[in-house]
T-cell receptor, first 112, second 112 residues
Framework: AQSVSQHNHHVILSEAASLELGCNYS??????LFWYVQYPGQHLQLLLK??????LVKGIKGFEAEFIKSKFSFNLRKPSVQWSDTAEYFC??????????FGTGTLLAVQP | NAGVMQNPRHLVRRRGQEARLRCSPM?????VYWYRQLPEEGLKFMVY????????ESGMPKERFSAEFPKEGPSILRIQQVVRGDSAAYFC??????????FGPGTRLTVT
């Protein structure tokens, strides 16, 4: 069965610290991969996506993610977080019929 | 271009009542997806619809839940005879094609 695992459920960082959130997926076919962010009180917004090509994907707000096919991973990174990055982050894979399969989310708290 | 609209944003129902959740996709989008987020869990796919057709309902509970996306008007997710376990946030997403999905603000259903 298709699944997505996010290893970190809660992450607390100080401003300017570097961020890496883990995401592993299980899916046998061609995958499209996504990271969504949900800021407090707001709806999900797309941070970045990978369909094909360069496995290092740049997204909005300084985020990037690297697709490593051999490890079935799509980790999210940001070199220096800000207080405004406090949010919940969801990794997702595009499965059959293009439905999204989400991980359980990582709650990031950035302390000023 | 207005985003995906969902209403109501909050809905309270007593056990046994019916809940109707509406989703208006972005202009030009003919694909609609419904997801449910239970407390402390990630989003789970429920159903995928195109105009007047259900494409994939593999995530829908077998009883009490139904969805439609008529030729005119919003997509409706209907829950009959609600139970406490139906309390959750219900998110709708729309897509112009079969890849990127844009999410609405969600409807938070509380069953008392």
């Amino acid at each position: 069965a298709q699944s997505v695992s996010q290893h970190n459920h809660h992450v607390i960082l100080s401003e300017a610290a570097s961020l890496e959130l883990g995401c592993n997926y299980s899916y046998g076919g061609t995958v499209n991969l996504f990271w969504y962010v949900q800021y407090p009180g707001q709806h999900l917004q797309l941070l970045l996506k990978y369909f094909s090509g360069d496995p290092l994907v740049k997204g909005i707000k300084g985020f990037e993610a690297e697709f490593i096919k051999s490890k079935f991973s799509f980790n999210l990174r940001k070199p220096s977080v800000q207080w405004s990055d406090t949010a919940e982050y969801f990794c997702a894979v595009n499965g059959a019929t293009n439905k999204l399969i989400f991980g359980t989310g990582t709650l990031l708290a950035v302390q000023p | 271009n207005a985003g995906v609209m969902q209403n109501p944003r909050h809905l309270v129902r007593r056990r046994g009542q019916e809940a109707r959740l509406r989703c208006s996709p972005m202009k030009g989008h003919s694909h609609v997806y419904w997801y449910r987020q239970l407390p402390e869990e990630g989003l789970k796919f429920m159903v995928y619809l195109q105009k007047e057709n259900i494409i994939d309902e593999s995530g829908m509970p077998k009883e009490r839940f139904s969805a439609e996306f008529p030729k005119e008007g919003p997509s409706i997710l209907r829950i009959q005879q609600v139970v406490r376990g139906d309390s959750a946030a219900y998110f709708c997403a729309s897509s112009p094609d079969t890849y990127e999905q844009y999410f609405g603000p969600g409807t938070r259903l509380t069953v008392t």
